[in-house]
């Protein structure tokens, strides 16, 4: 079965660039969500979106942001990147009426 | 605060043995339960879930039970194997208020020993 898909599965930057990462839901999903996991830390939500449209707003900075496009699919935008941004990035989706999140296999930024 | 709380952070057992791994949570707005299984370099992966008006699931060697008075819930895995070795968090949300974002403990690194 097809799972959620995130990209890359690997980034490197230098303080106060920019990066942007991209994740697929599992088709026929419509609810995307966004979470950061620290080292040695529980997963903590960013931000939402559901059919498009931000549906909630965790602990995300304002120097980042995110949206879901017209097939689904969402980009987290970073600026301005910091060490401790530093973490594993996590996108999940849920389908219509489901409770469940699918967990995609993350991004591990590493900020110099 | 930590809402969801996993207070042993590492279980050792023995093969064949039951993994007993606990989890409190201080939220009373909670109203569902899952909990999710991670390897290293993987996305935690979705393994059983429990709604606020039962006190018990079971799938297969997997069994999750709520105590909602006590605000606690334990899955119970029996009988364990090497492949369960893991980190296991819990996570809750509350289906009738925010969209559905989780909020997890911090996870039990379960060790299943042959």
């Known amino acids: 079965a097809a799972g959620v898909i995130q990209s890359p599965r690997h980034l490197i930057k230098e303080k106060r660039e920019t990066a942007t990462l991209k994740c697929y839901p599992i088709p026929r999903h419509d609810t995307v969500y966004w979470y950061q996991q620290g080292p040695g830390q529980d997963p903590q939500f960013l931000i939402s979106?559901?059919?498009?449209?931000?549906?909630d707003k965790g602990s995300i900075p304002d120097r980042f942001s995110a949206q879901q496009f017209s097939d689904y699919h969402s980009e987290l935008n970073m600026s301005s990147l910091e060490l401790g941004d530093s973490a594993l990035y996590f996108c999940?989706?849920?389908?219509?009426?489901?409770?469940?999140?699918?967990f995609g296999p993350g991004t591990r930024l590493t900020v110099l | 605060d930590q809402q969801v709380k996993q207070n042993s952070p590492s279980l050792s057992v023995q093969e064949g043995r039951i993994s007993i791994l606990n989890c409190d949570y201080t939220?009373?707005?909670?109203?569902?339960f899952l909990w999710y299984k991670k390897y290293p370099a993987e996305g935690p992966t979705f393994l059983i879930s429990?709604?606020?008006?039962?006190d018990k699931n079971e799938d297969g060697r997997f069994t999750v039970f709520l105590n909602k008075s006590a605000k606690h819930l334990s899955l119970h895995i029996v009988p364990s194997q090497p492949g369960d070795s893991a980190v296991y968090f819990c996570a809750a949300t509350s289906v009738g208020g925010s969209q559905g974002n989780l909020i997890f403990g911090k996870g039990t690194k379960l060790s299943v020993k042959p």
């Open positions: 429990i709604s606020s008006i039962k």
């Open positions: 999940a989706s849920r389908g219509t009426g489901g409770i469940e999140q699918f």
């Open positions: 939220n009373s707005m909670f109203d569902y």
């Open positions: 979106f559901y059919e498009k449209m931000q549906s």
